[in-house]
Nanobody, 123 residues
Framework: QLVESGGGLVQAGGSLRLSCAAS????????MAWYRQAPGEQRDLVAD???????KYADSVKGRFTISRDNAKNTVYLQMNSLKPEDTAVYYC???????????????????WGHGTQVTVSS
């Protein structure tokens, strides 16, 4: 289970910090990522980070957003600075996890998604 928090309403130029905590019967967590989806748009990658700390950003957020993770807490963060109205979207956390799947009675790697948190940036 992935639970996001930290969304809200902020003025342009402001900052927000999103958090996403993974919990449950997860043996291992690989890459963790943030995606966002604006109304009528597809869900796009914002940033991702491997368990070893390698990071990738979408061009639109480079220099403004910072992704980080705490492996001991199974948590990924997204610090968002200099926010723009075009950053308005629902932000989703995704994690590639090895978890026990009852249906198959085995441990399996799969993508898990959070339910999303709304970020609204006013002009």
């Amino acid at each position: 289970q992935l639970v996001e928090s930290g969304g809200g309403l902020v003025q342009a130029g402001g900052s927000l910090r999103l958090s996403c905590a993974a919990s449950g019967n997860m043996f291992s967590i690989g890459i963790m990522a943030w995606y966002r989806q604006a109304p009528g748009e597809q869900r796009d990658l914002v940033a991702d980070i491997t368990s070893g700390g390698s990071i990738k950003y979408a061009d639109s957020v480079k220099g403004r957003f910072t992704i980080s993770r705490d492996n001991a807490k199974n948590t990924v963060y997204l610090q968002m600075n200099s926010l723009k109205p075009e950053d308005t979207a629902v932000y989703y956390c995704k994690a590639y996890c090895k978890a026990y799947v009852k249906l198959y009675s085995s441990w399996r790697w799969s993508d898990y998604w959070g339910h999303g948190t709304q970020v609204t940036v006013s002009s």
